[in-house]
């Protein structure tokens, strides 16, 4: 039987992310999402009051990132990727396990994303997080008239909360 990877003992170093690192995470993000967005997009939204943008380092280079977008008390997943020699690593669920907490500081009760219905890596992982489905949008990504559906984790009845303020991944 294959060994998996233990994800608690993967050291992924977990920290916000600078605008100095946008070119890099828009490589990343073209790479795991095409087109992805231009670095001006990463710029903006790293410097941005109501956005996060959190990226994960595996030694000097950047294999994941997260960007969450706070309104009132709801916040969105705008993306989430992961260098495809990195995944089932843990890393995706390092990013989510520090979004959480900042995601509940900033006073966040539901947060919400929209994934293509045939993602199926993505909605497992998601899934697993836990996200549940909450609705669908058709023809929601123009280009492949692909439906998206939308999932939402109640932060104030999650274990994986729970689990990301009891076993937060390590800050760099
Ligand atoms: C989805 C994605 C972010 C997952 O990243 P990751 O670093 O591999 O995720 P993790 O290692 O933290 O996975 C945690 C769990 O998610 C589930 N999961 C992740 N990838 C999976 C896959 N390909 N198939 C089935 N389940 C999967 C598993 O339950 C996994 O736990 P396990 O490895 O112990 O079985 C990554 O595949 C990716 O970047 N995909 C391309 C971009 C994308 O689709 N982003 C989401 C857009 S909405």
Redesign the pocket.
């Known amino acids: 039987m294959r060994e ?1 990877p233990n ?1 608690s003992a993967v050291d992924f170093g977990v920290s916000i992310a600078d605008a100095a690192s946008a070119l890099r995470l828009s490589k990343l993000q073209a790479a ?2 095409p087109p992805g967005w231009p670095p001006e997009t990463f710029e903006a939204y790293c410097k941005s009051h109501n956005r996060v943008v959190l990226e994960a380092r595996a030694g000097a280079h950047i294999a ?1 990132l997260i960007v969450l977008q706070f309104a009132a008390d709801e916040g969105e997943i705008l ?4 260098a495809e020699s ?8 390092a990013l989510i396990r520090k979004g959480l907490p900042i995601a509940k500081s900033r006073g966040i009760q539901r947060l919400y ?3 293509a219905e045939g ?4 909605i ?2 998601y899934r ?1 997080s836990g996200f549940h489905e909450v609705g669908q949008r058709k023809n929601y990504y123009d280009l492949q008239a692909a439906t998206a559906i939308i999932m939402r984790l109640d932060l104030s009845a999650s274990k994986e909360f729970a689990a990301a303020v009891d076993h937060p991944p390590r800050s760099t």
């Open positions: 998996k994800e795991a999402l994941g993306s989430l990727a992961t990195m995944r089932r690593k843990g890393l995706a669920t994303l929209e994934v993602n199926a890596p993505a497992a992982f697993k």
